[in-house]
């Protein structure tokens, strides 16, 4: 008897031996969510959490007089007004043109809110934290400062990009 | 400045819309005394300039149909052509909305103060006429 409960117990300890193993296997590595997008052929991303929405760009943007060149216009999203710019001239890339592909990401961080104009988006990932690089030392300083990280993504670079960092160097 | 009384205190504005290189703004008419072909205001001897002149545009501008706006201004009146006034309405406050932050913190003009959605889903740009960049002689 005693030793028929042994063995139960024996097994018992196994079985919640593995079952700590498994919950060790479970836990899950840290992930960050990113929203990659191209811009001239190369990709980016956003933190996902800092992405509000993603809209197809209207017919029309109104431009503004007297805007910053990086401003292209303001939009109309359910009666609010919200601007768009491009962030091409900031990253020093060739201007964009307008596709089917092209989105805006309304993106928010630090108070300030904002649509991004990019060329597509190209995916919306949960990365392990694991996964991500830190910036390329070569990066010159200005960017630099923008860029939190890099990974890889269906085998190219995608620069992560800082929004708030963005956002503060774009109103200054 | 500021004419017909507190205007903050008002409900409502009553606004004069027009476009300029294909903008669609609109001023708040308590700022004008009124409009005039550029010719009468060139004999009135009233200062004249071109919107464009005064807030910069990315393209050419042209003027198909000009007016100029009679600013009031009780030392200096002046003038701003706009081309093709459209209407006037009154709009109620609520319908307004400041410009979205980095229009105006990024070194947007200040003469560019806010916005409103109008009925068919189009933005309409706000102007102050008062806030225009000095550039008529004292």
Known sequence: MDAERTKSDRILEQLRKRSVRQKIVDVEEEKVKLVIFSLADDYYAFNGSEVKEILLPPGDISYVPGAPDFVLGVINVRGDIESVIAINTFLALPESKKTSRSRIAIAVKGGVRSGIMVDSIEDVLDVPVSGIKPPLSTLDAFKKECVTGELIFKGKNVTILDTGKIFGKLAV | ?138
Request: charged content about 20%; overall charge negative.
């Open chain 2, 1 to 138: 400045m500021e004419g017909g009384g507190c205007s903050v205190c008002q409900d409502e504005l009553t606004l004069l819309v027009f476009t300029v290189g294909g903008v669609r703004m609109a001023v708040d008419t308590a700022q004008i005394d009124g409009m005039a072909h550029p010719e009468d205001v060139q004999i009135q001897g009233r200062e004249t300039r071109g919107f464009h002149e005064i807030i910069s545009f990315r393209g050419p501008v042209c003027y198909k149909a000009p007016w100029v706006l009679q600013v009031k201004d009780e030392i200096m009146p002046y003038g701003v052509m706009i081309d093709q006034p459209e209407e006037i309405f009154p709009v109620n406050l609520e319908a307004l909305q400041p410009l979205p932050h980095l229009i105006g913190a990024g070194g947007g003009s200040k003469a560019i103060w806010g916005a409103m959605v109008r009925a068919d889903g189009t933005i309409l740009l706000l102007v102050d006429l008062y806030k225009l960049p000095k550039c008529f002689n004292s």
